[in-house]
């Protein structure tokens, strides 16, 4: 097994582990975790260097490695849905323009997010969604091909249908959980002629990997929001104690 792929497999493997804990507890010492795992403890301290950004494992010097409060924020503002749900959630009609489905071979970063080898198949999946006939958000889901199959008629339900719908329905394939992060940025020429808007409206752009039960990640989508279009929210949780 290569080291990043190694390392990926820890990884995939100890989020497993903490989405099945309760928040606040230990993970074992370092090296009784990498004996279990059998890897070294430096392939160990890099699998678990990703989590503590991802805010589920905070390490603390001389104390040890514990399960964080769940991150509600980079969990898709507090739930994990897709953009065809949240916007049938707001009382309008979804719908698909520009709609367009190809094969790619896999670049180093998206390789990376998805756990591929670079040059392995995916399929990118480009649309701008529509509430009631207006663009609201443009999307792109990559997924590797692999997981997705190549049935020709799986990849057409992807132009206009709800991706977590697809996967589940065609491949069974359930997602468990993402990690997002979002960022406001303004819109360029090319994002605001498919979004319709002036250049340098205001959007919220989403980067997300979904996994499914076993943490094996399914779909890396990039997605640019018109936030005049939503209202977004998010739970917020109170310092409690730990600043008592």
């Known amino acids: 097994m290569r080291a990043r792929s190694k390392t990926s497999a820890v990884r995939r493997d100890i989020a497993a582990r903490i989405l099945s804990a309760p928040p606040g507890s230990q993970?074992?010492?370092?090296?009784?975790?990498?004996?279990?795992?059998?890897?070294?403890?430096?392939?160990?301290?890099?699998?678990?260097?990703?989590?503590?950004?991802?805010?589920?494992?905070?390490?603390?010097?001389?104390?040890?490695?514990?399960?964080?409060?769940?991150?509600?924020?980079?969990?898709?503002?507090?739930?994990?849905?897709?953009?065809?749900?949240?916007?049938?959630?707001s009382g309008k009609v979804p719908g698909t323009k520009r709609a367009e489905v190809r094969i790619e071979p896999a670049w180093e970063d998206e390789a990376e997010r998805l756990d591929v080898e670079p040059g392995e198949d995916l399929l990118v999946v480009d649309r701008v969604r529509t509430a009631d006939g207006r663009p609201v958000v443009i999307a792109r889901d990559i997924l590797p091909l692999r997981v997705i199959g190549a049935d020709p008629e799986v990849h057409e339900r992807l132009r206009t249908g709800s991706v977590y719908e697809v996967l589940e329905r065609d491949r069974g394939i359930v997602v468990h959980h993402g990690l997002a992060t979002f960022r406001p940025i303004r819109a360029?020429?090319?994002?605001?002629?498919?979004?319709?808007?002036?250049?340098?409206?205001?959007?919220?752009?989403?980067?997300?990997?979904?996994?499914?039960?076993?943490?094996?990640?399914?779909?890396?989508?990039?997605?640019?929001?018109?936030?005049?279009?939503?209202?977004?929210?998010?739970?917020?949780?109170?310092?409690?104690?730990r600043h008592a």
Do not use: C, K, W
């Open 27 to 89: 993970l074992p010492p370092e090296p009784e975790l990498a004996a279990e795992l059998g890897v070294s403890r430096a392939t160990l301290r890099e699998a678990l260097r990703p989590l503590e950004d991802e805010g589920l494992l905070r390490r603390t010097r001389g104390a040890g490695t514990f399960v964080a409060d769940r991150p509600r924020m980079v969990n898709s503002l507090d739930a994990n849905f897709g953009v065809t749900d949240a916007i049938r959630a």
């Open 188 to 241: 360029d020429g090319r994002l605001a002629a498919l979004l319709e808007v002036p250049r340098g409206t205001l959007l919220l752009y989403l980067r997300q990997v979904d996994f499914d039960e076993s943490g094996r990640p399914v779909v890396s989508s990039h997605e640019h929001h018109l936030v005049d279009a939503f209202e977004f929210s998010v739970v917020r949780r109170g310092p409690g104690r």
